[in-house]
């Protein structure tokens, strides 16, 4: 589950709490406990805007981390089964990469069989902190975690990624810090806030430290167009949720059946934008306010970037790491990069 804007970010307290030695796993939560970042204030500035955009993170309430999970097995959708072939098939050789005795950071709760490929595979893996920004989806995916990997040491960060933030301490020292953010969510962020977020998992990997990646390659624009507009109707159910829970969650007045659906690749920009789009001249109250659509008239819920080994290698040099290896599938359609510090 993504977290964090893909255009704009607050910042973040934070503090640690205190590991306890040899305690139960599940206990040892790190947690962000002050949210700065104000939800309502940012989607009223999305909705003030020209284009009117609104962050995806909003899309995963229940409902809508569950229309994923559903997104991910279409056959449209090609991304998780790919990179989830391409770590079944390689993951001998990443763990070589990795070398023995890593602490293994993923961006995300790890709910993912992705994670649990990298669990049984690494070599004497120091320690496993999945680090997301929903503390009950993290708190369940490690628990569940825990019971089935009982030598790994679990410890969970509730933390906002986009940000720096404290790392716990593992029982046994740490060979090398391993950066791991699966699932091409980096393509969600506009170019310049991945950059950033590269940054913050600079500073996070360390000296000696690592980053696996995974990176949803370009490709011919009619599969990219199929996967976000799948037959099913899912992804554009996915879309209209967002409107549904910023009525439930923040008062809003969306009528979910005034606006439909729209994905499509931009070749100049290299993305594929998803769009609400108003079936009507319509206003919509929120937060005290009016915003006023035109007929036709869009908001932006989500870019998901496509990059080419060379574009995302640039990036990835730009925020000091060094692609030294990557994998890819038989069509070339994604790939898992695996970068050290330079
Ligand atoms: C989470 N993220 C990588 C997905 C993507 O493909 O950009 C989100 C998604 N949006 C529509 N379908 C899937």
Redesign the pocket.
Known sequence: M?AGSFWASGSRVTHSEGKVPGAPQDAQLTEQDEAVTDNLGEILHGLSRSPKMLS?KYFYDERGSAL?EA?CDLPE?Y?TRTELGIMRGHVDEIAERVGPHASLIEYGSGSSLKTRILLEHLDRLAAYMPVDISRDHLVAAADALARDFPSIEILPVAADFTHPFPLPSPRIPPQRNLVYFP???I??FLPTAAHELLCVMHQEAGENGALLIGI?LKKDPAILNRA?NDSAGV?AE?NLNMLRRINREFGADFDPGAFRHRAFWNDADGR?E?HLVSRKQQIVRLGGREFRFRPDEFIVT?Y?HKYSPRQFSAMAERAGFRVVDAWTDANHWFSVQFCLRR
């Open positions: 993504p995806p994923f997104i959708y991304p699932g091409s969510t393509g969600n949803d976000y992804t996915f594929i998803m989500e998901s």
